[in-house]
């Protein structure tokens, strides 16, 4: 037996003593970020010759349906509405995550959650695996930050961490790194205005309430709060490193530290990409000039120049002959950074066999230009090193930025490219190490932490990639009236 009823007016001003309880009888408070699943009270349920994925009915409050758990939490009475109300905000006040830590710990499928799993590189064997659900690791308490770090040994008493990494004990510390859920799933599942104004514009606007389906699923995943989780650094000597992927290029900034190989590393130490729009007195515009300071970067420092044409070759080689047989001694110093042209200024420092070398590439505005790196001969910057592959990366500059690529084209390196996540300033001139800025958590994304690989999955998050619009949805569109 079907009904067809008017749905009761949304009464704002009424209750805005209840504001968290707006136009949301019909939903629980943990989570809607499961809109089909989790607002199902509001839909009448299906009856034979109707679909609900044709329709929506609005149900009447009037009518009573049997409630489960979380329903009958939310569905009070209006006598004791206020009383409950007020307590509910002291344990907020207390403990505003409560209710969460009591929840099941078994792992919901059809909820949204991330797959973290931490394994030994190149190794095929999965050490450790854990669910992170509602903010929290399944099988402990909420936190609001879920800490990565050693494994607890036998004369330690307490464990503090919520993953603990079983390789490379040495370069790992106690706290080596932090999850950060502020902005996670509790955070996806508040109530904002859009929402609520989504909400009542169903169940009060006549035309709304006729939406298919699958469009007002379809406009609920756009307007809802994104959960977003970050990580960071927790100011360690050994570092964290981020896996660049090999679909995807990095923008490179200053400071910036990089891992090759095994024990190969890079440094960003001056870097300039987009021109001066506002050309001061102090940039000079005589080119012979910053030929003259690529020279003494090249005699002072020993630096590899890279990227000039055979013309600017000369000139460049011009440079250096007058410089080394009259031996020029100029008081004021020049500096790269003194000449509106792009150039990039990285140096290599491997700890096995102690060596330090320094290289400038130098580019042209709204030009392309690509310089590798590697073991083979047809790289621009030669690396003669076991751990490190024939074609390990690129260095991109294009549209006026600088960008880093693993391995070349869509073959990725053998051990890979990772950016570490403390900049090069900060690791060799800090006594004491600080937090690194965050960074935000992507599907597939991988981490190095020593010897161990901690890789996130992302699960019933959507599409990911592309969002395309089927066929289904089209025809809902069009019969909209």
């Known amino acids: 037996m079907s009904y067809q009823l008017q749905p009761k007016p949304l009464q704002l001003f009424y209750y805005l003593p209840y504001i968290h309880q707006l136009a949301i009888p019909m939903v629980p408070q943990y989570p809607i970020c499961n809109f089909p699943q989790q607002v199902s009270p509001i839909y009448q349920p299906v009856v034979p010759g109707t679909s609900q994925d044709n329709c929506i009915v609005i149900e009447d409050d009037n009518i009573q349906h049997p409630l489960n758990q979380i329903h009958s939490m939310i569905m009070q009475s209006q006598t004791n509405r206020e009383q ?37 590189q190149h190794s095929s064997q999965t050490d450790q695996e854990f669910i992170l659900q509602n903010d929290r690791i399944l099988g402990s308490n909420y936190k609001k930050e879920i800490i990565i770090g050693r494994k607890k040994q036998q004369e330690e008493k307490q464990d503090t961490c919520d993953i603990y990494l079983p390789h490379g004990d040495k370069n790992v510390e106690k706290v080596h790194c932090k999850i950060l859920t502020d902005q996670g799933f509790q955070f996806s599942n508040t109530l904002t205005k859009p929402l609520i104004l989504f909400f ?36 360690t000597r050994a570092s964290t490193f981020v896996k660049i992927k090999k679909d995807k290029i990095r923008t490179i900034e200053q400071e910036n530290t990089y891992l090759i190989g095994a024990d190969t590393f890079f440094h960003v130490l001056e870097m300039k990409s987009q021109p001066k729009q506002n050309k001061s007195k102090k940039v000079k515009k005589d080119q012979s000039f910053f ?19 055979l013309e600017e070759t000369e000139m460049l080689n011009v440079t250096m002959n007058e410089i080394k047989t009259t031996k020029q001694k100029q008081r004021t110093s020049q500096k790269l950074s003194e000449y509106d042209r792009p150039y990039l200024k990285i140096t290599f420092d491997n700890q096995a066999i102690n060596q330090i070398s320094t290289h400038i590439f130098v580019a042209n505005y709204n030009q392309e230009s690509v310089y590798k790196i590697g073991r083979s001969q047809e790289c621009d910057v030669l690396v003669n090193i076991n751990t490190v592959s024939r074609k390990q990366a690129q260095i991109i500059y ?33 006594k004491k190490l600080q937090p690194s800025r965050p960074q935000l958590i992507e599907d597939q994304m991988e981490i190095k932490i020593s010897e161990n690989i901690v890789k996130f999955d992302f699960v019933n998050f959507g599409v990911t990639k592309k969002r395309k619009v089927n066929k289904a949805l089209i025809q809902d569109l069009l019969n909209i009236q």
């Open 200 to 235: 009542s514009l169903i169940r009060n606007n006549q035309h709304a309430s006729k939406l298919p389906f699958q469009v007002i699923k379809h406009i609920y995943s756009f307007i809802k709060n994104k959960p977003q989780f970050y990580i960071c650094d927790n100011g």
């Open 84 to 120: 409950n109300f007020l307590q509910d905000d002291v344990m907020q006040q207390e403990q505003p995550v409560q209710k969460i830590t009591h929840q099941n710990n078994n792992l919901n499928e059809n909820q949204p959650h991330i797959r973290i799993t931490v394994f030994k």
């Open 398 to 430: 294009k549209n006026n930025e600088w960008f880093i690529h693993d391995g070349e084209g869509l073959r990725e390196s053998a051990n890979g490219t990772w950016q570490s996540f403390q900049n090069f300033s900060q690791r060799n001139y800090d």
């Open 291 to 309: 030929y003259n300071a690529l020279a003494k970067e090249h005699i002072r420092r020993g630096a590899k120049i890279h990227g000039l044409t």
